[in-house]
């Protein structure tokens, strides 16, 4: 299957801090999704991106879809407790079949 | 969200037992997808649905089936459980070329 390559596998950073990670593919994608997953439930959709070179925001969330198609990039500023978990890269190359990254798990300290 | 609901949410079974899971959605999505999620490897397709009686194999399809006899619900079934396939379970949906929908997960422990 296809591999994506999530880093950093877990982060530790203050409140207030802003945060930065990248997923990136040996293959060419055509949407770029990022989730996040709270303990014991199921990864929330935050920020669907459609084309090459798009910035899409969704409050404190930036996400990119790199101009190579091979990379997606995410950014949260100014962290607050509440974004405590694991953010998932997902890429769809083409059809209706996404894979996922391994995940980065964020840990925000008060 | 999507409505999505996956029953059970936990279950504990021996080796060799047969268990099926169950997906149940309510936004008449055409597509539904079982996955298996564990540590290092994130989410991995197992099979997939493109409509009633229509389903493919993901990468991961080894020991494991479907079924989909309505819009709604999406059915994977362990024939012969084994320790390996002791995970976390997520059914998603999505319509078209649209992001998927995820439920809360299925723990199953293999014993």
């Known amino acids: 299957g296809q591999q994506l390559n999530q880093s950093p596998q877990s982060m530790f950073i203050q409140e207030g801090e802003d945060v930065s990670m990248n997923c990136t593919s040996s293959s060419i994608f055509n949407t770029w999704l990022w989730y996040k997953q709270d303990p014991g439930e199921g990864p929330v959709l935050l920020i669907a991106?459609?084309?090459?070179?798009e910035l899409t925001s969704n409050g404190r969330l930036t996400a990119q879809f790199g101009i190579t198609r091979k990379d997606s990039f995410l950014n949260i500023s100014a962290s607050i407790p509440s974004d405590v978990g694991i953010y998932f890269c997902a890429g769809q190359p083409t059809g209706n079949q996404f894979y996922f990254g391994t995940g980065t798990s964020l840990t925000v300290i008060p | 969200d999507a409505g999505i609901t996956q029953s059970p949410r936990h279950k504990v079974t021996e080796t060799g037992t047969p268990v099926t899971l169950r997906c149940h959605q309510t936004?008449?999505?055409?597509?539904m997808y079982w996955y298996r999620q564990d540590p290092g490897h994130g989410l991995r397709l197992i099979h997939y649905s493109y409509g009633v009686k229509d389903t493919d194999k993901g990468e991961v399809s080894d020991g494991y089936s479907v079924s989909r006899s309505k819009t709604e619900d999406f059915l994977l079934t362990l024939e012969s459980a084994t320790s390996s396939q002791t995970s976390v379970y997520f059914c998603a949906s999505a319509e078209g070329n649209q992001p998927q929908h995820f439920g809360d997960g299925t723990r199953l422990s293999i014993l």
């Open positions: 936004e008449n999505h055409r597509y």
């Open positions: 991106l459609y084309k090459a070179g």
